[in-house]
């Protein structure tokens, strides 16, 4: 029996909305400029690297995001996936398609050898981004993520060829 998470799926509308609603304001009032990389969890936790191997906060993070950091990290030793299930609009792309794919029977799972190769190679970006963003104490993985590329409109911060590439990765993926 199929059973649908209704609180997952009600976080993951709500998080889509807010994004709809911040492109259509931002489309349609000329004088508000979201900060898309300003809501990001993620980017707390590596704000709050920076903070404590620099004593810098990468860009424009404050202690609010810091805090919504601090509050993901909790989340992810206290519920797991939390994040890339619940909030992250990456997470719930990748799995409406991975739905979208099995409707039209076009998904297969790997396994073996090429699943441990991708698990590690995830952590490994992961690593990476993290460790360049402490060193650098800028949010390394602005450049190539999909969804900052997205939501700032592939802007100067952006490499288009590596945010294109994560993007096909997503839904390929």
Same mark, same amino acid.
């Given at each position: 029996m199929n059973r649908k998470n209704w609180y997952k799926l009600i976080y993951q509308f709500a998080i889509i909305l807010i994004l709809v609603v911040a492109v259509f304001r931002m489309l349609f009032s000329k004088g508000y400029t979201p900060d898309f990389e300003a809501y990001c969890p993620f980017g707390g936790v590596q704000a709050l690297g920076s903070y404590l191997t620099m004593n810098s906060l990468s860009c424009t993070m404050t202690s609010m995001q810091i805090m919504m950091g601090i509050i993901l990290f909790a989340g $992810?030793?206290?519920?797991?996936?939390?994040?890339? &299930?619940?909030?992250?609009?990456? &997470?719930? $792309? &990748?799995?409406?398609i991975g739905k979208l794919g099995e409707k039209f029977k076009i998904r297969f799972t790997l396994t073996g050898v090429a699943d441990y190769a991708l698990r590690f190679l995830k952590y490994a970006l992961l690593f990476v981004t993290f460790y360049f963003t402490l060193k650098s104490s800028e949010l390394f993985c602005k450049k190539f993520d999909p969804y900052y590329a997205t939501m700032s409109g592939f802007n100067s911060d952006v490499v288009v060829l590596w945010a294109s590439l994560a993007i096909l990765a997503l839904v390929v993926g």
């Open positions: $992810i030793v206290l519920f797991s996936r939390l994040f890339c &299930g619940y909030i992250c609009p990456l &997470g719930t $792309i &990748g799995e409406w």
